[in-house]
């Protein structure tokens, strides 16, 4: 294999993205309007809900439910809010650790410490950038104990008490493998599905295979609510408690304000919840776009050497958030030149995030080795992915 020189790989790859993104200007990632939003707006103000009351909001759960199979699905302010409400309603308490991949959104890692709980870091498996399952059966076995059916980290003495895998980027983790290892070490599953709306594993809609999972609506998620977020699961239990955390912990009476713990006001406001309706309904042809595009920028990159698109896992069915670049170990010193060259021609790549151990506030929570986290970390750049770019 003949290497590029830097200046021949910064090069081709401008090119390959020319050829594909007319846009001189083009962002990571836009939302795309052109459906129902502004009807089901207009409709919303003119019924004064605007806010907690109206009938979005029950309407966009049923939707998510119909289209992801969730039996349950409560709507909430982010995916972070998401997050921090499944986590509490099942059963993380302060101290508890909580194993989250290294290379996911800051948020994974924020929304358990907003809980008192502690973010323990495990790696990556370079194919699906998703947590590990076999890596993370070998740091269990070295590191914990199952005492009385739950696992304890002989190190620090804590309970861990679930994991949290994350879907980068879209692609689907290896969600069967993990379900295995957390029955044997009797920890719970919340699926961070926020960039994997239309996404499925064998089938099932991504964030479906745990206790829960959660959406975002985000503004540069693939469709949005302006901001927003879902819980799925399929236990009652657990969707009224989450849905009751949402709206202040308060009981449901006519005039009455009881409150019977602290809950957080993080229930997504009608007006959101209409623009999500709209947002849904164009769903399947955004994924169309994204698979369009994918197919458009693996042939732009087709005969660059040691430059790969990532690709959805066999069995799976990606929605295609963001277009990846996976650079070779051979020119991962070139990421930098390639950043700043096509930032400089007007378009927006992205590093994958820093690896959350990395970051100060995590610097001292517990963590397995990380080597593929700390690689991938050097070797992925996301392309611009906004679906109307194809
Ligand atoms: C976007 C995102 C979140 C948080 O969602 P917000 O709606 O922005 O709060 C959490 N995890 C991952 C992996 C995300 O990409």
Redesign the pocket.
């Known amino acids: 294999m003949t290497l590029l020189s830097k200046e021949e790989c910064v090069s081709q790859v401008l090119k390959a993205i020319r050829s594909v993104v007319r846009t001189p200007t083009a962002t990571l990632h836009e939302p795309t309007f052109g459906g129902n939003e502004w009807r089901y707006l207009q409709d919303c103000l003119d019924s004064t809900f605007v806010s907690s009351g109206g009938t979005y909001v029950e309407r966009y759960e049923s939707e998510l439910a119909a289209y992801t199979g969730s039996p349950y699905v409560v709507a909430v302010s982010?995916?972070?809010?998401?997050?921090q409400v499944a986590l509490r309603s099942a059963g993380v308490e302060s101290d508890d650790e909580v194993l989250i991949p290294a290379l996911?959104?800051v948020?994974?890692a924020n929304?358990v410490t907003y809980l008192g709980a502690i973010p323990h870091f495990v790696d990556c498996d370079a194919r699906t950038l998703g947590l590990d399952p076999t890596a993370l059966r070998i740091h269990l076995e070295n590191i914990a104990d199952l005492q009385g059916g739950k696992c304890v980290n002989r190190t620090t003495g804590r309970v861990i008490r679930t994991v949290i895998p994350?879907h980068?980027f879209g692609h689907p983790m290896e969600i069967d493998d993990l379900s295995e290892v957390a029955n044997t070490f009797g920890i719970n599953i919340i699926e961070?599905a926020?960039?994997s709306l239309g996404s499925t594993f064998k089938g099932n809609h991504t964030g479906t295979f745990g206790l829960a999972g959660?959406l975002?609506?985000?503004g540069?998620?693939i469709i949005t609510t302006g901001?927003?977020?879902a819980i799925l699961t399929n236990d009652p239990e657990l969707a009224s408690r989450a849905s009751h955390l949402s709206t202040t912990a308060k009981i449901a009476h006519d005039w009455e304000y009881v409150h019977d713990e602290i809950g957080y006001n993080y229930r997504l406001p009608n007006l959101n919840a209409a623009l999500g309706c709209a947002q849904l309904e164009k769903l399947p042809d955004l994924l169309e776009r994204k698979r369009r595009l994918f197919d458009l920028y693996s042939e732009a990159f087709a005969m660059i050497e040691g430059v790969d698109l990532v690709t959805e896992p066999p069995g799976c069915a990606s929605n295609y958030w963001l277009q990846t670049l996976c650079l070779d170990e051979s020119i991962r010193e070139y990421r930098d030149a390639i950043l700043h060259h096509c930032h400089s021609a007007g378009f927006e790549l992205r590093p994958v995030w820093t690896p959350l151990h990395w970051l100060k506030p995590y610097w001292t929570c517990p963590k397995a080795n990380l080597p593929v986290s700390e690689s991938l970390y050097r070797a992925l750049i996301n392309l611009p992915s906004s679906a109307h770019l194809a």
Do not use: I, Q, Y
């Not at 982010?78 to 997050?83: I, K, V």
């Open positions: 982010s995916g972070t809010a998401a997050l996911t959104f948020a994974t929304a994350v980068v961070d926020a960039e959660v975002s609506f985000n540069n998620k901001g927003g977020g």
